[in-house]
């Protein structure tokens, strides 16, 4: 398949290890993947925000970019759910039934990464290994409204080497947010500090997640705490090897 | 007592949810109350609503009920209207609080009571009603046991059940102790139900005149439906010789059968029970049983200017069960009181400005993760990160348009644009991504960024933040592709 | 000042100005209600008075399953473990259930709500009991009187026929409309005792409404599957 990959602003600019370790994982599976220079961003931040006006410049923008593309592929649920969720609303919200259509046609081949690798392609061992204990946070995103399910988790599970522990009161939100955590910073962090026990509770050594935004919250007070748990994106868990260990 | 809302009062702003929730968070005894209050309710509602196979199924049919409800508004209260006529009732319109409380004032005083009995309802508290009889002389004694509590403490509810939710049971015994006529008591909870039982039993005996709320309306027969625990709803709906129901527009139900979808949704959301204790149905007036003077207000109160917003108008499905406020991991940690309304939580965040104004609670929007977690146990489908999201959307033109300048070119709004301007075009982007690697080198401390200026300061107060890397995703991609390019120049 | 007729022409003509975007021929029903939830469920009648004794019991009311010949000695015995020497009852009520050695207070001129508080029981039949919800539902019909005899008595007897006992919520509901639209019946939806749970969340039972619930569900083991399946006209 030829993938063409959506990197997401946040991790083109601030986590490019997710984007290239989806890379090699995609590739070790043999498909051939593109990278359209002319992407930005998604417009989640702007539209969730209520700048939905401002938005619209970028979600018609990814629309174009993305038209041609045989399956689009994210690291990323929250800016999936961005496209299948709230692309459908916005051309609806400004009247515009030209993008509604392009919309509509090209939602059913966004992906986000482990549903990709799941559901579409069927798999679940990717010829991972990665001798670490791992818990892992399922994103208010993937859950609620990508329904991944526990493509993640199979996904994981079938990693060689890996210590797998159960993440407790998992499905509550880590307080992330999108620009909650600023605006919202002390409720933010009143729900990440409860997330956090659960984590270190786990003994793990990494806290894994689909999502870096989530992840860049978590991570950055685990590291402010000096706990000695860090995060890593399941891409670069999945596209770890023996020959080639990313993290 | 805190103001309580109503459009009326639209011209004042309430105090942000940033502040409020601020001090909330560091009420130690709150938070814990709260959690053990909120996990509670979620285990128990998750347990009963797991025994129902066709939970999903009475969803969707709360929701299209609902929908009917809304679309039809006008004609299923004119039915109403005429079915509880029929059945010897009486109905008020009442286009606002104002009205409203003088309509039910001047019932009270007809009959020349002094003092009314009163079973817990949220329109009542929305309307202020018991200040508006205190004002004419007539005292409304709450007979919810947490409202009898908050009453008696002087405070305001903080949950759309549970009002009293916050206080645990050794601060019920102290307010008990100094206010009601009791000597001696233990903080048993028993005991404490008991000493409210007694107090209010010679109330119940003797009030001629009752004011209830109203869960469900029926068109169909001109039903009036309320749901409780307690009992002090039955003796309310009972005894007394006059009743006056307060009802907001939206809660009419097309007919005797919908009750069928509503009393199994309600229950199971709200308190986690198959059935709750009571519920008490009642048409008219029933000759040697009951009250003989029925009245049943109907309330706009700004609900009809919510029914105009083709998305905001599904937060009048809301059958007020706070199953949203017990899963809400900010509710949860915060309380009511923070949302500075009648109305808190998820539910609040989208309806309260919508009834006041979203110039009056603009930061209610912004309450909220987006977790989603309240539409999926919300019974009638509420999708309130959708109305969410469209509140923020609404908050933000009202500051774009504003006429103060100021306001127009706030730092948050310029950010945005400029951002979105640098998103729509590649060139400026990269530019950029360029700008932040190398402006954060004041900020950069080896491996970590530990401390910001202005607003991003909020996210280094509590977190760290990994140094932007020198090489972006496009960086590596490009000198990949350079390199592959290269090769197969070579081969070649 | 009566604002009343003008409050509700306006409101009338908010709610079509708001509704402008529902067209003028809609009908109400056009607005599709799917009812895919259970309406009936047909189980053996066997599990379903059990699952009402049991959801019933679940609520700290002792349920206790006798044969109609032995009705009114589990009457009797049940005031008399409730220490009940006046006892309420509905005019109506069957000679055959009056337990003896008690004070019978006849609801036929209306007893006065000071009689009722200083009762110390009430006895009645029901209209019908739910089996999925453990509820007893009383509409003022026959063996049940007016709603304020089971209000303020402070325990309160009740007698379920087991061919009373439906199984869900909607069956109920179904069975009970016609009383609402022919006789404008009230009904109480009684689920155990009164309870509160504003302390702390922990459940207290009796509040206000009889502390003491006590039901005794009158099987009649030798009926035939037939007769068994048929239920008692509401």
């Known amino acids: 398949m030829n993938i063409s990959l959506f990197i997401t602003c946040f991790n083109d600019t601030l986590f490019p290890e997710a984007g290239q370790a989806m890379v090699h994982l995609l590739e070790r599976l043999g498909h051939t993947v593109d990278f359209p220079e002319e992407q930005t961003c998604c417009g989640q931040m702007h539209y969730n925000t209520g700048y939905q006006r401002e938005a619209m410049t970028l979600i018609r923008r990814f629309v174009n970019i993305f038209s041609q593309a045989e399956v689009v592929v994210a690291p990323s649920a929250s800016c999936v759910g961005m496209v299948r969720d709230i692309y459908p609303r916005a051309a609806e919200q400004f009247g515009d039934h030209q993008l509604a259509a392009e919309i509509a046609a090209l939602m059913p081949r966004v992906y986000e990464l482990t549903e990709f690798l799941v559901h579409r392609l069927g798999l679940e061992d990717v010829g991972a290994y990665y001798p670490h204990r791992v818990t892992y946070h399922p994103t208010c995103h993937s859950l609620r409204f990508l329904h991944v399910g526990d493509a993640p988790l199979r996904l994981l599970r079938a990693v060689r080497g890996i210590d797998l522990v159960e993440l407790p009161e998992a499905e509550e939100c880590c307080g992330f947010g999108g620009t909650f955590a600023l605006k919202n910073a002390d409720t933010s962090m009143a729900m990440l500090s409860d997330k956090l026990r659960n984590i270190l509770d786990t003994g793990a050594e990494i806290c894994a997640a689909a999502d870096n935004s989530c992840l860049m919250h978590i991570g950055g007070a685990l590291h402010r705490q000096r706990a000695g748990v860090r995060t890593v994106h399941i891409a670069e868990i999945l596209a770890s090897t023996e020959e080639r260990s990313l993290v | ?492 | 000042m009566n604002t009343e007729g003008p409050a509700r022409e306006a409101i009338l003509n908010h709610i079509r100005l708001a509704l402008q975007d529902v067209p003028a021929q809609e009908q109400p029903d056009a607005v599709v209600v799917a009812r895919d939830y259970r309406r009936s469920e047909s189980a053996p009648r066997e599990e379903v008075i059990e699952r009402f004794v049991e959801r019933v019991a679940e609520y700290k009311v002792t349920v206790q399953c006798v044969e109609e010949t032995s009705l009114q000695e589990a009457i009797a015995s049940a005031c008399a473990a409730h220490r009940v020497r006046r006892l309420v009852i509905p005019p109506d009520l069957p000679e055959s259930w009056l337990p003896g050695g008690v004070e019978l207070l006849q609801d036929g001129d209306a007893l006065t709500y000071e009689q009722l508080d200083t009762s110390d029981g009430v006895l009645t039949g029901c209209a019908l009991g739910i089996a999925q919800t453990g509820t007893i539902v009383l509409n003022g019909g026959t063996h049940q009187g007016r709603r304020v005899i089971t209000l303020l008595p402070d325990y309160h007897l009740c007698v379920v026929y087991e061919d009373q006992i439906v199984n869900l919520v909607p069956e109920a509901i179904a069975r009970l409309g016609d009383a609402v639209l022919r006789h404008r019946r009230p009904i109480t939806f009684i689920s155990g005792p009164s309870a509160t749970s504003d302390i702390e969340l922990n459940r207290v039972e009796g509040v206000h409404g009889p502390r003491t619930l006590d039901v005794l569900v009158v099987r009649t083991y030798f009926r035939t599957p037939d007769e068994r399946s048929s239920l008692r006209q509401v």
């Not at chain 2, 942000?16 to 001090?23: G, L, N, P």
């Not at chain 2, 549970?162 to 005991?191: C, G, Q, Y």
């Not at chain 2, 039993?201 to 001629?208: E, H, M, Q, V």
């Open chain 2, 1 to 492: 007592m805190s103001e309580t809302l109503s459009p009326k009062q639209a011209t004042h702003p309430l105090p942000t949810f940033q502040v409020s929730a601020k001090q909330a968070l560091a009420n130690t005894q709150l938070r814990r109350n709260l959690y053990k209050a909120t996990h509670t309710i979620r285990a128990k509602r998750a347990q009963v609503v797991g025994e129902m196979p066709d939970w999903q199924e009475l969803r969707e049919a709360g929701r299209a009920l609902k929908e009917r409800v809304l679309r039809h508004l006008d004609t299923y209260l004119l039915e109403l209207e005429a079915s509880v006529q029929r059945a010897g009732g009486h109905i008020h319109w009442a286009r606002d609080a104002e009205e409203a409380n003088a309509i039910i004032t001047r019932i009270a005083a007809d009959h020349g009571a002094r003092e009314v009995i009163k079973v817990k309802s949220l329109t009542t508290d929305e309307i202020g009603l018991n200040r508006a009889l205190a004002a004419n002389g007539i005292n409304a004694i709450e007979t919810d046991l947490a409202e009898l509590i908050i009453q008696l403490a002087g405070e305001s509810s903080s949950h759309i059940l549970v009002p009293a939710i916050h206080k645990n049971r050794a601060e019920i015994r102290e307010l008990f102790l100094s206010k009601l006529e009791v000597d001696s008591l233990t903080d048993a909870p028993n005991e404490l139900a008991n000493a409210a039982r007694a107090h209010l039993r010679r109330k119940f005996l003797s009030t001629p005149v009752a004011i209830s709320g109203v869960n469900f309306a029926v068109a169909e027969t001109g039903t009036v439906c309320v749901v409780e625990s307690e009992g002090n709803g039955r003796m309310c709906v009972t005894l007394p010789r006059v009743l006056i129901s307060v009802m907001g527009v939206e809660k009419v139900i097309p007919s005797w059968q919908d009750l069928e979808v509503f009393l199994q949704l309600l229950p199971r959301s709200s308190t986690g029970e198959r059935m709750n204790p009571y519920t008490s149905l009642w048409t008219g007036v029933s000759q040697g049983d009951g009250p003989q003077e029925f009245h049943l207000v109907l309330l706009d109160n700004g609900r009809t200017q919510v029914l105009t917003d083709t998305v905001g108008r599904q937060s009048l499905n809301c059958i007020r069960c706070s199953a949203c406020l017990n899963i809400c991991p900010v509710y949860e940690r915060v309380g009511g009181h923070a949302y500075n309304s009648v109305y808190p939580g998820p539910i609040g965040a989208i309806l309260t400005p919508q009834l006041v104004g979203i110039e009056n609670a603009s930061s209610l929007p912004y309450a909220s993760s987006l977790c989603g977690a309240c539409y999926e146990v919300c019974p009638v489908k509420i999708n309130i990160p959708e109305v969410l999201i469209y509140l923020r959307g609404r908050a933000v033109r009202y500051k774009q348009r504003s006429r103060s300048l100021r306001t127009r070119l706030n730092p948050e709004s310029v950010a945005m644009r400029l951002m979105a301007r640098t998103f729509a075009s590649r060139k400026l982007y990269e530019q950029a991504q360029r700008l932040a690697q190398l402006g954060q080198l004041p900020f950069q401390h080896g491996d970590v960024i530990d401390a910001l200026p202005g607003p991003m300061g909020r996210w280094t107060a509590m977190r760290d933040l990994r140094p932007v890397p020198r090489q972006s995703f496009r960086d590596w991609w490009r000198s990949r592709q350079a390199a592959h390019d290269a090769s197969e120049e070579v081969r070649s």
